[in-house]
């Protein structure tokens, strides 16, 4: 009767943790659907002589608001159950750096924005299903230190490519190209939405990273 009672307090439990997946994904269409729609009314465009305010805005303000409700216990544990496969192969779009390489070859990307951000971007995507295989194959590799690399990289290769996309389209800065392409469709929808998503798989793979890691201690 007790295991009865637990089955069904379990199979409960998946449901209910499904049922949160689903909002999670239907917030992410919201949220892509907004974004094409402020790309498509050029919200993200800035005038002659102004800062490129709205693109970072559309990238950072999603962040945050993923980040400040992590400290809520029931949203660390909602965040928390996506599968890790799951996340690390969001990485798989980033092979879009070939456009930004291709962008620059046709003159429409600086190449001090385009090749950092591309060859990045084309690392991440090359090395996700290596990283997506060893974990489906053994969990205990997530607690190593070339999944936390793997994770800080892909970072810190979001953070360098906002600052040199921001800094080519900034009022004053020399050069005989700008990023402005990148606050037009298609492209606008890069920093408008798959920046920061991309962004908040890295923060809760290595959040579940250190849940993993403190649940062993214990």
Not at 34 to 47: C, D, I, Q
């Amino acid at each position: 009767m007790k295991e009865a009672t637990t089955g069904a307090w379990r199979f409960e439990s998946d449901v209910s943790m499904k049922s949160r997946h689903a909002s999670l994904l239907g917030g992410a269409l919201v949220w892509f659907a907004l974004a094409y729609w402020l790309s498509a009314r050029g919200a993200f465009v800035n005038g002659p002589g102004e800062r490129p305010i709205a693109v970072a805005l559309a990238v950072f303000v999603p962040i945050l608001l993923f980040l400040v409700p992590l400290r809520s216990p029931s949203w660390l544990r909602l965040v928390a159950s996506i599968p890790p496969v799951f996340l690390i192969s969001l990485s798989g779009w980033r092979f879009i750096g070939l456009g930004f390489i291709m962008g620059y070859a046709q003159g429409l990307l600086p190449g001090g924005f385009a090749w950092p951000a591309g060859l990045g971007d084309i690392a991440m995507a090359a090395t996700a299903p290596f990283v997506a295989a060893r974990v489906a194959a053994d969990d205990r590799f997530r607690s190593g230190w070339v999944f936390l690399a793997w994770n800080l990289f892909g970072i810190a290769d979001f953070s360098l490519a906002v600052f040199l996309g921001t800094l080519y389209n900034w009022p004053g800065f020399d050069a005989s190209v700008s990023t402005a392409l990148m606050q037009r469709l298609p492209f606008a929808l890069i920093p408008a939405f798959f920046v920061p998503l991309v962004a908040m798989s890295h923060i809760t793979l290595l959040a579940q990273r250190r849940e993993a890691r403190t649940d062993a201690k214990a």
